[in-house]
T-cell receptor
Framework: NAGVTQTPKFQVLKTGQSMTLQCAQDMNHEYMSWYRQDPGMGLRLIHYSVGAGITDQGEVPNGYNVSRSTTEDFPLRLLSAAPSQTSVYFC?????????????????FGSGTRLTVV | GDSVTQMEGPVTLSEEAFLTINCTYTATGYPSLFWYVQYPGEGLQLLLK?????DKGSNKGFEATYRKETTSFHLEKGSVQVSDSAVYFC???????????????FGKGTHLIIQP
């Protein structure tokens, strides 16, 4: 029972480089989302998805792209990394409230990717 | 929009002390409320939740009661241990977003330090 798996755990990029942060879940969750965590800022939502083929922007989407081709995977792409994107990134997944009959089932989080852009 | 406000700390207590971490929220309708805990170097773990007014969530000796009249969800523990040292996040999911479809709204986190 792996839960939510994020790779890599650590990454250093040079300004302008591109990369993809991987996220996979094996719980058949409909909802998936990406957050960034910065000191004194809490967690801020980057992008989210309510199911395969459906994505939308969160609070801080600029500089990031996502896609959801399968229920299991929700990769986050940085097309041209900037120092302002230095952060810890968390992926999370959840059942839909409608499916369980209980609103706000609660998200399961991955262990995070610590990204440094120099 | 939705928002969560919590005391940021750090909060430093001695072992066996009583803990309260305040959390208040602003949301449309009746959100579900959560406390998450983050231990050093790890991701977030769901600690407890409440989905309607007057519900009490509890886990590992921690409790929080959903108070609609004061829009609060304060976290309490009667006797803290050194192992409780972590960052605690209050969060909500709004029913207007399909019960969390567009993710959670988090407070900024409270760093709790328990000294032996």
């Amino acid at each position: 029972n792996a839960g939510v798996t994020q790779t890599p755990k650590f990454q250093v990029l040079k300004t302008g480089q591109s990369m993809t942060l991987q996220c996979a879940q094996d719980m058949n969750h409909e909802y998936m989302s990406w957050y960034r965590q910065d000191p004194g800022m809490g967690l801020r939502l980057i992008h989210y998805s309510v199911g395969a083929g459906i994505t939308d922007q969160g609070e801080v989407p600029n500089g990031y792209n996502v896609s959801r081709s399968t229920t299991e995977d929700f990769p986050l792409r940085l097309l041209s990394a900037a120092p302002s994107q230095t952060s810890v990134y968390f992926c999370a997944s959840s059942y839909s409230g409608i499916r369980t009959g209980t609103e706000g089932y609660g998200y399961t989080f991955g262990s995070g990717t610590r990204l440094t852009v120099v | 929009g939705d928002s969560v406000t919590q005391m940021e700390g750090p909060v430093t207590l001695s072992e066996e002390a009583f803990l309260t971490i305040n959390c208040t929220y602003t949301a449309t309708g009746y959100p579900s409320l959560f406390w998450y805990v983050q231990y050093p170097g790890e991701g977030l773990q769901l600690l407890l939740k409440a989905t309607k007014a007057d519900d009490k969530g509890s886990n590992k000796g921690f409790e929080a009661t959903y108070r609609k009249e004061t829009t609060s969800f304060h976290l309490e523990k009667g006797s803290v241990q050194v192992s409780d040292s972590a960052v605690y996040f209050c969060a909500l999911s709004s029913p207007s977003s399909g019960g969390g479809a567009d993710g959670l709204t988090f407070g900024k986190g409270t760093h709790l330090i328990i000294q032996p």
